[in-house]
């Protein structure tokens, strides 16, 4: 991401107080000192003579008054050469290949960035689109363009949680949905149902079915990749419990889409959880003409490389570290 391609917007109308003047202001200058100078926060807080805190929040509101656009500058020499080679390695339409300030920068992040820039540009009137969940998703709702879209139908591709977490498979979509002024679809139920029994009667019962039959009319998914480490969302948030994820790991998991666990080959696993998924059937997924897939960061080389194979998406969105992993797990030359 490039901090030379941030823009300022004009301050404050006038007939603010001479407070709300200088507020806006001091908060302008902050925003342009970062972002298009590219000064440290410290720096920052001494040119102004104010505190650090004082800078970060006054950059923190620049970015929700809309009043500075982040673009991402894709022109770095070793991206496109990452991006290309993901083209030709898993037949991508395109691949969005985010930098990174450094190796322990966080990943999700830098791909939330790009997310959100994609999004915006693929959003359109008329338009049925599915999204699944987690931190990179939730991430990218801050790089979203807010505006009104015409007949826009948003999906949740997988359902809800009883008990409310940090971060719920359908809030990202509801969330979406508010952005865009649009009708969102929800999975009125639980992400894991007890029996196959009960998922059947659900959707056949329940009302659930127009929403799955929806779904088969959609022009895009958006998705992300679950892994199967200590880091990942559904274990820390006690979606799942400690035996379930070792089972799983021993039938072979390395990963999960929208809570659907595959191997390395992107095959589902064999084990009772994936029959008892409240989510779009992976065979939907893959026969949506547009099929986004945004992931990366540490711990997560296995997972991405199956769910490449499996969702076979039109679009990646990863980090430049993540992207060179991902290749070379898959032994391709680039």
């Not at 009137?125 to 987690?134: A, H, S, T």
């Not at 999960?256 to 059937?281: A, C, L, Q, T, W």
Request: with cysteine; hydrophobic share 45%; net charge negative.
């Amino acid at each position: 991401m490039s901090k030379g391609d941030a823009t300022t917007k004009p301050s404050a109308p006038a007939d603010l107080s001479s407070t709300g003047r200088r507020s806006s202001r001091l908060r302008l200058r902050a925003a342009w000192m970062y972002y298009v100078e590219g000064m440290t926060q410290s720096a920052i807080a001494d040119a102004l003579d104010i505190g650090r805190v004082t800078v970060v929040r006054l950059l923190a509101d620049a970015r929700q008054l809309n009043e500075v656009k982040i673009s991402l500058s894709r022109e770095i020499a070793e991206l496109p050469r990452l991006e290309m080679g993901l083209q030709k390695a898993f037949g991508l339409r395109e691949a969005v290949v985010a930098p990174l300030s450094d190796a322990q920068a966080d990943a999700t992040s830098a791909i939330g960035a790009a997310t959100g820039q994609f999004i915006s540009d693929i959003i359109r009137p008329d338009m049925k689109i599915g999204f699944g969940w987690g931190r990179t998703l939730m991430r990218a709702l801050g790089f979203i363009d807010e505006k009104a879209v015409a007949n826009l139908q948003v999906i949740s591709l997988l359902g809800g949680i009883t008990k409310a977490k940090q971060y719920n498979p359908a809030e990202f979509a509801w969330q979406l949905s508010r952005v865009f002024q649009a009708d969102c679809h929800l999975i009125a139920a639980p992400a894991i149902v007890d029996s196959i029994e009960t998922k059947r009667a659900l959707i056949e019962r329940c009302g659930l079915g127009t929403v799955y039959n929806l779904a088969r009319e959609m022009d895009a998914v958006v998705l992300s990749v679950g892994a199967m480490n200590e880091d990942s969302t559904s274990l820390r948030f006690g979606f799942f419990s400690e035996e379930d994820w070792a089972s799983l790991e021993a039938a072979g998991a390395v990963g999960d889409v929208i809570y659907n666990f595959i191997d390395i080959e992107g095959r589902p696993v064999d084990h009772p959880i994936n029959k008892r998924i409240m989510s779009i059937p992976i065979e939907t997924l893959q026969a949506t003409p547009e099929r986004i897939l945004t992931s990366g960061g540490p711990g997560k080389t296995d997972a991405i490389l199956g769910a490449l194979r499996m969702l076979r998406p039109t679009v990646f969105i990863t980090d430049e570290i993540t992207a060179s992993a991902v290749l070379e797990r898959a032994g391709a030359t680039f």
